[in-house]
């Protein structure tokens, strides 16, 4: 099915694969933290340079979800959600920016601004209102799946089947946004986010089984642990390690490349839809 995002009227189509670059504005995210955290000049620098290489949308971040990652008070994630995306749109006025967060208050805010998409680690669990929320702003929305806050999850990697259990969470959690008319979710099965080095690659070599959730899937794979831990190097140099796996996962159908790396990404996704070509 050729799914379509509803970004604020503008129609985005998934016939053809997207790439999210990532803009992290926070202090100690696992790969650029730090990077452009406090400085106007180096974050808008950096979401040119993403555009430029072919970002179709931009997915900002002002709270780091790494594993064991400090969480931010909402009021200090609400101030700098508000000045980073009054920049951006300021700056770069026709761009689609995701807002990348899990508390109700803040996707509000980030909409207001200018922001279109929600995308929440927690699958709504962290805030009870955000189900609610964006069923009343109407975004599209990613669904992730979690098994706790940065802090632990890490501590909650047991699972019976991670592929099936992950499955059941996201259709137990997209029923409860079907009840609230929320027409535009995506999936994200959440590597990395409570899972070992092992479940990320069951998830990875079946994501065609999420793809029975009728729903476009999103893939968050960027320099993560799963390649540098196993590679026994850094994120530095998780680069072609990330292609390569994000090459698979285009042949089993993925629609949203979350990355790091947008012009690498971009070459990947045009040849991988030149293989696929009949």
């Known amino acids: 099915m050729n799914h379509t995002l509803n970004c604020k009227g503008y129609l985005i189509s998934l016939e053809h694969p997207l790439v999210m670059g990532i803009l992290n504005i926070t202090e100690d995210s696992f790969y650029d933290g730090g990077r452009y955290f406090g400085d106007e000049k180096k ?7 993403l555009l430029n290489e072919g970002a179709d949308i931009i997915d900002i971040g002002v709270m780091s979800t790494r594993p064991n990652a400090i969480e931010l008070p909402e009021e200090e994630e609400l101030k700098r959600v508000k000045e980073v995306i009054s920049s951006v749109v300021k700056h770069f006025p026709k761009t689609i920016l995701s807002v990348d967060t899990w508390r109700a208050n803040v996707a509000r805010l980030a909409v207001d601004m200018g922001a279109s998409i929600i995308n929440d680690i927690s699958g709504g669990e962290f805030d009870p209102q955000m189900f609610p929320t964006v069923a009343n702003l ?14 632990v999850m ?10 099936n259990d992950v499955f059941y969470y996201l259709s137990q959690r997209l029923q409860a946004l079907n009840a609230l008319n929320v027409s535009d979710v995506l999936i994200d099965v ?9 479940q990320n690659y ?35 140099e998780a680069l072609y390690a990330t292609l390569a ?10 629609n949203i490349l979350r990355v790091h790396d947008v012009k690498a990404t971009k070459d990947i996704i045009k040849i991988i839809e030149k293989i696929k070509e009949n």
């Open 202 to 236: 069951d998830l990875l070599r079946n994501l065609q089984t999420f793809k029975l959730l009728d729903c476009p899937l999103v893939l968050a794979l960027s320099r993560k642990t799963m390649f540098w831990k196993l590679l026994n190097t850094t994120p530095e």
């Open 138 to 151: 109407k975004v599209p929305y990613i669904l992730m799946h979690t098994s706790g806050k940065p802090e």
């Open 245 to 254: 796996a994000e090459s698979y996962a285009l042949l089993q159908g993925v």
């Open 154 to 163: 890490q501590q909650k990697t047991v699972y019976d089947n991670v592929v």
């Open 190 to 198: 959440g590597f990395g986010f409570g899972k070992t080095i092992d």
């Open 43 to 49: 974050y808008l620098s950096r979401v040119e340079q």
